[in-house]
């Protein structure tokens, strides 16, 4: 089993940064891929990015491309760099795992907030 956590969410005024983490523990060596997505309220949950565990190929949505970067430490740890955030960024922030070139993400993390205000 693998376990994920969170961190980095805030209230942030438009055009801010902010950078989320997600650390992995247990089973890690199972991962094939971790993403962010993102919940906005009373909306679907939309996927943000992903990255490769190994080799760090990187996914991006179209909504956040050139503002937001995924990457990982030389550990258990990926970030999401949000740079230019904006009103629609407001969401629920959350990291997710898979172990095979699949398309569903079985493990999840608790999620973190991120409020843009304008």
């Known amino acids: 089993q693998v376990q994920l956590v969170e961190s980095g969410g805030g209230l942030v005024q438009a055009g801010s940064s902010l950078r989320l983490s997600c650390v992995a523990s247990?089973?890690?060596?199972?991962?094939?891929?971790m993403a962010w997505f993102r919940q906005a309220p009373g909306k679907e949950r939309d996927f943000v990015a992903a990255?490769?565990?190994?080799?760090?190929?990187t996914t991006y949505a179209d909504s956040v491309k050139g503002r937001f970067t995924i990457a990982r430490d030389n550990g258990n740890t990926v970030y999401l760099q949000m740079n230019s955030l904006n009103p629609e960024d407001t969401a629920v922030y959350y990291c997710?795992?898979?172990?095979?070139?699949?398309?569903?993400?079985?493990?999840w993390g608790q999620g973190t907030q991120v409020t843009v205000s304008s």
């Open positions: 997710a795992v898979r172990f095979g070139p699949t398309v569903s993400y079985p493990t």
């Open positions: 247990g089973r890690t060596f199972s991962i094939f891929s």
């Open positions: 990255i490769r565990w190994s080799g760090g190929t």
